[in-house]
């Protein structure tokens, strides 16, 4: 089975990318911006199978349901931004980059690409950015880190939360899904002996083995 890209196929597959007009570059700088930028892929292919099957394998009702809770996980989002002082304006899409530039951009090592299929992927792709743009301003500038755990916990939340849909919805539209790797060291950093352990399409994903 193929493995990871290199870092070079992946900066030749964002080039690709790129020539769509609809693409977005994301560059997250933090492992929790790693994780939720990684989650957007599987959360479009789930959500644009979930809109291709309403009134047809499930119902309209149904799907709307399914789809009001990726909308009900941006406004928790947002809410928690807002609290760390983000504005509202700046949920709105970022400025548009020079091609060229962007083309530059795109072979950085934690740049991704993806085109979305659905208006709820670049929702949640905004509320990625700003999360990646406060965990890094809030870790390097915040005089007493542990002020701020509580901040961390209630984003590793989010995170948890985003995973959790993500695997139901790919459950419910027969999709394989697997926990990140990156979010199954998230979930790991802050144990909390009353969550449940991670869980797929496939069930529960025990912690890999360290070496």
């Not at 570059?25 to 099957?53: C, H, Q, W, Y």
């Not at 950085?108 to 659905?118: G, L």
């Not at 399409?201 to 360290?210: F, I, L, M, N, Y």
Request: proline fraction near 8%; charged fraction near 25%.
């Amino acid at each position: 089975m193929r493995g990871r890209p290199s870092p070079e196929e992946r900066a030749e597959h964002n080039r690709e990318r790129l020539q769509d007009p609809q693409s977005l570059l994301l560059l997250p700088r933090t492992p929790e911006g790693r994780v939720i930028v990684g989650m957007l892929f599987p959360l479009d292919k789930a959500v644009n199978r979930l809109r291709l099957s309403a009134g047809h394998s499930l119902s309209v009702s149904e799907v709307q349901g399914q789809l009001d809770r990726i909308h009900e996980w941006v406004s928790r989002g947002q809410e928690l931004l807002k609290a760390m002082g983000v504005s509202e304006q700046d949920f709105g899409p970022a400025p548009a980059l020079n091609y060229q530039y962007r083309l530059t951009l795109a072979g950085q090592r934690n740049a991704r690409v993806i085109t979305p299929r659905s208006e709820e992927t670049k929702k949640v792709s905004r509320v990625a950015e700003k999360l990646d743009g406060v965990i890094l301003h809030t870790r390097m500038s915040c005089d007493d880190l542990a002020q701020a755990e509580h901040l961390f916990t209630n984003i590793h939340e989010l995170i948890r939360r985003l995973h959790e849909l993500i695997a139901e919805f790919c459950a419910l539209v027969e999709l394989p899904y697997r926990t990140p790797r990156e979010a199954e060291d998230v979930f790991r950093e802050h144990p909390n002996p009353d969550a449940q352990m991670p869980v797929t399409a496939g069930g529960s994903v025990p912690p890999r083995a360290t070496t």
